[in-house]
């Protein structure tokens, strides 16, 4: 049975992308930390988990979210641009409400930009990450329902 539209347009649909670096310890943890958060969003939201590294579909029914992971090497020439930004500060983790293409998959244009709807920076926990989803997922809701107020927040 195909899912619905009308069900996947309710699905929330997320980014997660790490900024990170070879030799770099804080970063391993982060990883850690977003594996862990993965896999609870996993077992409790029975989602599809799509890491775009490589390129595995881990999928089960869905329920209200789907995460979407990618990770970003800000010392490889191709991505000079955040190594600017972020050189001194890796692992920063970008979340953000991700343009959903057909029956929730990502859209393939995605592009991270400075201005995600919430970061994580050097240290964060699975359940820090989990909060941030929260409020990312919340901040779409209200925007949807028409509700100027909302305002994204970042660190």
């Given at each position: 049975?195909?899912?619905?539209?009308?069900?996947?347009?309710?699905?929330?649909n997320i980014q997660l992308t790490l900024f990170t670096r070879a030799n770099c310890g804080l970063c391993d943890v982060?990883?850690?930390?977003?594996?862990?958060?993965?896999?609870?969003?996993?077992?409790?939201?029975?989602?599809?988990?799509?890491?775009?590294?490589?390129?595995?579909?881990?999928?089960?029914?869905?329920?209200?979210?789907?995460?979407?992971?990618?990770?970003?090497?800000?010392?490889?020439?191709?991505?000079?641009?955040?190594?600017?930004?972020?050189?001194?500060?890796?692992?920063?983790?970008?979340?953000?409400?991700?343009?959903?293409?057909?029956?929730?998959?990502?859209?393939?244009?995605?592009?991270?930009?400075?201005?995600?709807?919430?970061?994580?920076?050097?240290?964060?926990?699975?359940?820090?990450?989990?909060?941030?989803?929260?409020?990312?997922?919340?901040?779409?809701k209200q925007r949807g329902s028409g509700s100027d107020s909302a305002s994204a927040s970042s660190l």
């Amino acid at each position: 049975m195909r899912p619905s539209l009308a069900l996947a347009s309710r699905l929330a649909n997320i980014q997660l992308t790490l900024f990170t670096r070879a030799n770099c310890g804080l970063c391993d943890v982060a990883k850690a930390r977003i594996g862990e958060f993965l896999t609870k969003n996993d077992n409790n939201n029975k989602g599809t988990i799509k890491n775009e590294n490589k390129d595995e579909n881990n999928s089960k029914s869905k329920s209200s979210r789907v995460v979407h992971y990618a990770e970003i090497d800000i010392m490889d020439p191709a991505h000079s641009k955040w190594r600017d930004v972020y050189e001194f500060d890796v692992p920063v983790l970008h979340v953000d409400r991700s343009g959903a293409g057909k029956l929730g998959e990502p859209s393939q244009d995605f592009v991270p930009t400075l201005d995600a709807a919430r970061k994580l920076m050097h240290r964060f926990t699975a359940q820090e990450v989990e909060n941030a989803v929260v409020e990312v997922e919340q901040q779409q809701k209200q925007r949807g329902s028409g509700s100027d107020s909302a305002s994204a927040s970042s660190l």
